[in-house]
């Protein structure tokens, strides 16, 4: 488990999968392999591989492009709720 907080670090960081769950009970997780920036801020992270999971979630929102030109990178992480 991670602080929320963590989530600032992830910035920069370069994505190699987003994977949308469902499994056979309904829930439904999704998880991003990335690697982090090398300098995010993070010593514990900074240019570590990472697999994070958000279980059973409810909403969720993202903007994805199909053509990007090199790789793909994660701007920006946000845990708060527009009405």
């Known amino acids: 488990m991670i602080d929320i907080k963590q989530l ?3 910035h920069d960081a370069d994505v190699h999968s987003v994977e949308w769950r469902v499994a056979a009970n309904g829930r439904r997780d999704l998880a991003v392999k ?3 920036n090398p300098d995010a801020g993070s010593p514990s992270w900074d240019g570590r ?3 994070l999971v ?6 969720a929102r ?3 492009f199909g053509h990007y030109a090199g790789q793909e990178t ?4 946000s845990s708060e709720v527009d009405a």
């Open 74 to 77: 994660l701007d920006d992480v």
């Open 54 to 59: 958000a279980y059973d979630v409810l909403i």
């Open 62 to 64: 993202s903007v994805f």
């Open 34 to 36: 990335l690697t982090c």
């Open 49 to 51: 591989d990472l697999l």
């Open 8 to 10: 600032q670090f992830l």
